[in-house]
Nanobody
Framework: QVQLGESGGGSVQAGGSLRLSCAAS????????MGWYRQAPGKQRELVAT???????NYADSVKGRFTISRNNAKNTVYLQMNYLKPEDTAVYYC????????????WGQGTRVTVSS
């Protein structure tokens, strides 16, 4: 099992910044991709950004140029730097990890709320 602990959510005005962190613990060997997803009220969970253990990144079009995902493999931690936040970024943000042990096993954090006011 892998446990994911998120921190860094909160409330901010539009144009502001927040940094989310997610630390993985437990059976952390063979963790491949890590990332962030979000779910706004009444909407489905959607991808925000992912990063491979080699550092390759992928972003949703809606956050490109504003958000940056990074990873510290030595600390088993993934970060999401969010700049120029918009009210539409308001959501619960979930950390995600994929562990490859013959099959792909997906793990989720408990979520951290981000609220952006106009």
């Amino acid at each position: 099992q892998v446990q994911l602990g998120e921190s860094g959510g909160g409330s901010v005005q539009a144009g502001g910044s927040l940094r989310l962190s997610c630390a993985a613990s437990g059976s952390i060997s063979s963790i491949a991709d890590m990332g962030w997803y979000r779910q706004a009220p009444g909407k489905q969970r959607e991808l925000v950004a992912t990063i491979s253990n080699g550092g390759s990144t992928n972003y949703a079009d809606s956050v490109k140029g504003r958000f940056t995902i990074s990873r510290n493999n030595a600390k088993n931690t993934v970060y999401l730097q969010m700049n120029y936040l918009k009210p539409e970024d308001t959501a619960v943000y979930y950390c995600n990890a994929v562990r490859v042990v013959g099959v792909r096993l997906t793990y989720w954090g408990q979520g951290t709320r981000v609220t952006v006011s106009s």
